[in-house]
């Protein structure tokens, strides 16, 4: 038996499921312009089904401000899945609406200038873009070359370190993120899990902030890597493509074995 044919027998049998994914680069390609994000049909298709499913219970954890992440997600108020955006800072739940742990005035003065300092010192950067976010901004290098995304990232760190060295850093696909709240995805995961009163947990993602996720499942949960790099997530896939299709596999057992 393969991890993976493993990992979805022991999850269709748990009383309650939760399905936690990051969204770019795990449901949808990476982008250069990333609110062009969108889930692939496939993907899409898996978490409708898995959405149907018996006791199972679809989130998107991302590091995306939750306005942004309703955009990329074409999520509206009826949706049955939840969010957290945000590195888990704020979230979304059926019936409830926006849920946030709330922002201090001096954070948010303290954010406008930093990210405004940003702007100004990698204006002359070409395929450099900062991206504003709730809780802080993040430095975009995809379409930056080597040496302009090697600049930018110095200089922003060389800001951060001189006027908010308290906050928190995180890197990802040709992405730098700095943020005055510390919320990580594995408190993101542990806050859905209670809420949602989940006996196992799927989480999947392609990203090191989605690590951190993955490092904090317990022995009855089962993480996903999507593509290369290291991990300690359980089971791998090498793309979208194939987590949906495991997603659809989880959401046919799932309701064979609780339906």
Do not use: C, Q
């Amino acid at each position: 038996m393969t991890a993976a044919t493993d990992a979805i027998a022991r999850l269709a049998a748990s009383p309650r499921l939760l399905v936690a994914l990051d969204f770019d680069g795990t449901l949808s390609p990476l982008e250069d312009e990333p609110m062009d994000a969108r889930m692939l049909p496939a993907a899409r298709d898996a978490v409708d089904a898995l959405v149907a499913a018996p006791e199972t219970v679809v989130a998107f954890v991302s590091g995306r401000s939750l306005v942004d992440l309703r955009v990329i997600a074409e999520h509206d108020d009826g949706s049955r899945v939840l969010l957290a955006g945000s590195h888990g800072a704020e979230f979304w739940i059926p019936g409830e609406g926006v849920v946030s742990h709330g922002e201090d005035e001096s954070d948010v003065a303290l954010r406008d200038a930093l990210r405004a300092h940003a702007e100004r010192a990698t204006a002359h950067l070409g395929g450099v873009w900062i991206e504003p976010k709730t809780f802080g901004f993040g430095v975009h290098t995809r379409r930056a070359d080597p040496a302009d995304a090697a600049d930018a990232n110095r200089i922003v760190d060389g800001i951060v370190a001189a006027e908010a060295p308290h906050w928190r850093r995180r890197t990802g696909h040709n992405i730098v993120e700095y943020a005055f709240r510390h919320e990580g995805k594995d408190s993101a995961v542990a806050e859905l899990r209670r809420r949602v009163g989940a006996t196992a947990v799927l989480f999947a993602g392609d990203d090191v902030t989605d690590e951190d996720a993955i490092a904090s499942l317990g022995p009855e949960d089962v993480g996903v890597r999507v593509g290369e790099g290291p991990s300690a997530a359980a089971v791998r896939v090498p793309d979208i493509a194939a987590l949906a299709a495991l997603l659809a596999g989880l959401a046919g057992e799932r309701t064979r074995a609780v339906g």
